[in-house]
């Protein structure tokens, strides 16, 4: 064609900064985390913020005791973890039931499509039951299109006087783990 231009292509953004972008739009002060490589980018775009304390976890249930910490320090927070956390705060997910303050949780999901570890598919399987069994409205993310979108509706409803939110990033999303020898 004669007087066409081809624009050079350039990569979408990661959802993983959009998502950053939606944490830094809602205020969220302080992030506890256990490491997971599915949200790796975001735990390192936390931890680089001046303006974000990025709290390394022993394990997800702390997160819980953070997340009210910081409420009642006037701050916001949001607690990243694997599915498999998700078990290890069911006990402490009734703190958010009793004190009334808000969470959101960014799920990385295992178990799911392509799983390699077998010890994953128990709760990646459970994981949306046990949440929402503790009065925890759960949203999905299937797609890297969705997760900023999604990632904000659950802040949204959370900081608006909603209930505690999920959101799960499914494990097609972060893309499948694979055994290194």
Same mark, same amino acid.
């Given at each position: 064609?004669?007087?066409?231009?081809?624009?050079?292509?350039?990569?979408?953004?990661?959802?993983?900064?959009?998502?950053?972008?939606?944490?830094?739009?809602?205020?969220?002060?302080?992030?506890? %985390?256990?490491?997971?490589?599915?949200?790796?980018?975001?735990?390192?775009?936390?931890?680089?913020?001046?303006?974000?304390?990025?709290?390394?976890? !022993?394990?997800?249930?702390?997160?819980?005791?953070?997340?009210?910490?910081?409420?009642?320090?006037?701050?916001?927070?949001?607690?990243?973890?694997?599915?498999?956390?998700?078990?290890?705060?069911?006990?402490?997910?009734?703190?958010?039931?009793?004190?009334?303050?808000?969470? !959101?949780?960014? &799920?990385?999901?295992?178990?799911?499509?392509?799983?390699?570890?077998?010890?994953? &598919?128990?709760?990646? !399987?459970?994981?949306?039951?046990?949440?929402?069994?503790?009065?925890?409205?759960? %949203?999905? &993310?299937?797609?890297?299109?969705?997760?900023?979108?999604?990632?904000?509706?659950?802040?949204?409803?959370?900081?608006?006087?909603?209930?505690?939110?999920?959101?799960?990033?499914?494990?097609?999303?972060?893309?499948?783990?694979?055994?290194?020898?």
């Amino acid at each position: 064609m004669v007087g066409s231009a081809t624009a050079p292509l350039s990569a979408p953004p990661d959802w993983r900064d959009q998502v950053f972008a939606a944490l830094k739009a809602a205020a969220i002060r302080q992030v506890g %985390y256990v490491p997971d490589a599915g949200q790796a980018r975001l735990i390192e775009l936390c931890r680089a913020d001046p303006a974000i304390c990025a709290v390394p976890l !022993t394990s997800e249930e702390e997160g819980i005791g953070l997340a009210a910490g910081a409420w009642l320090g006037g701050q916001r927070a949001a607690l990243l973890m694997q599915s498999s956390g998700v078990g290890n705060c069911i006990n402490m997910l009734s703190l958010l039931k009793s004190g009334r303050f808000p969470l !959101t949780m960014l &799920v990385t999901m295992r178990g799911e499509w392509a799983e390699f570890n077998p010890w994953q &598919v128990p709760m990646g !399987t459970k994981t949306r039951a046990a949440l929402e069994l503790m009065d925890v409205l759960v %949203y999905r &993310v299937e797609r890297a299109e969705e997760a900023a979108e999604t990632v904000a509706a659950a802040l949204d409803m959370t900081f608006n006087g909603g209930p505690p939110t999920a959101v799960l990033l499914s494990q097609r999303l972060i893309g499948a783990k694979v055994w290194v020898k």
